[in-house]
């Protein structure tokens, strides 16, 4: 039978063993929070380089719904009504929007990494809400992917955001916020 023919030279046949993967990235580079900062901000996203994080939020969430999951109880300004997970789908996309912190940031792609840690909650939080504001300190800031990579524990979850939620169609016309937050504003805490 045909069926059998094809089996037993499929069984038969020999494969070449696979080649060892080259794992000696260059694990720095030149990127910093200059850098990404401005790649970043190629991605649509409002960047601000801050020294004192309750202050920008009270200029930026004065009057908002803000769902804020583990930060720092400084980031909890007066003036804004702070929603606490666990939250039901609809409380979630009533939001006015979500305030973040991140695992770590790539500069050489303007990437931010979130993996569900401190300050980042579930991945939902962060996909529902219209307005991102996301916290990153200098010190999370990577060079390189590679370099991003080996400082993350790789059986989390882990988000890649870069910009704001974004598609094109066939004609290549942008949209945004299909899938996510149509605006991401970036906290760069020097």
Same mark, same amino acid.
């Given at each position: 039978?045909?069926?059998?023919?094809?089996?037993?030279?499929?069984?038969?046949?020999?494969?070449?063993?696979?080649?060892?993967?080259?794992?000696?990235?260059?694990?720095?580079?030149?990127?910093?929070?200059?850098?990404?900062?401005?790649?970043?901000?190629?991605?649509r996203?409002?960047?601000?380089?801050?020294?004192? /994080?309750?202050?920008?939020?009270?200029?930026?969430?004065?009057?908002?719904?803000?769902?804020?999951?583990? /930060?720092?109880?400084?980031?909890?300004?007066?003036?804004?009504?702070?929603?606490?997970?666990?939250?039901?789908?609809?409380?979630?996309?009533?939001?006015?929007?979500?305030?973040?912190?991140?695992?770590?940031?790539?500069?050489?792609?303007?990437?931010?990494?979130?993996?569900?840690?401190?300050?980042?909650?579930?991945?939902?939080?962060?996909?529902?809400p219209?307005?991102?504001?996301?916290? /990153?300190?200098?010190?999370?800031?990577?060079?390189?992917v590679?370099?991003a990579?080996?400082?993350?524990?790789?059986?989390?979850?882990?988000?890649?955001?870069?910009?704001?939620?974004?598609?094109?169609?066939?004609?290549?016309?942008?949209?945004?916020?299909?899938h996510?937050?149509?605006?991401?504003?970036?906290?760069? /805490?020097?």
């Amino acid at each position: 039978m045909a069926r059998d023919e094809i089996l037993r030279r499929i069984r038969a046949a020999r494969v070449p063993a696979a080649a060892p993967a080259i794992r000696n990235y260059n694990r720095t580079g030149p990127g910093g929070v200059e850098l990404f900062a401005e790649r970043v901000a190629d991605y649509r996203a409002i960047v601000h380089v801050v020294t004192d /994080v309750p202050a920008k939020l009270r200029e930026l969430l004065p009057g908002k719904r803000i769902v804020a999951p583990d /930060v720092p109880s400084s980031w909890l300004i007066d003036g804004v009504e702070w929603l606490r997970d666990p939250l039901t789908i609809d409380e979630l996309d009533g939001a006015d929007g979500v305030l973040t912190g991140c695992a770590v940031a790539i500069a050489d792609t303007g990437t931010i990494v979130l993996d569900g840690g401190e300050a980042q909650g579930r991945r939902a939080l962060t996909l529902l809400p219209d307005y991102h504001v996301c916290v /990153v300190r200098a010190d999370q800031v990577a060079a390189s992917v590679p370099e991003a990579l080996a400082r993350l524990e790789p059986t989390r979850p882990l988000t890649f955001i870069s910009g704001p939620s974004a598609t094109s169609d066939i004609e290549l016309n942008r949209v945004e916020g299909v899938h996510g937050p149509r605006t991401l504003e970036v906290l760069i /805490v020097t």
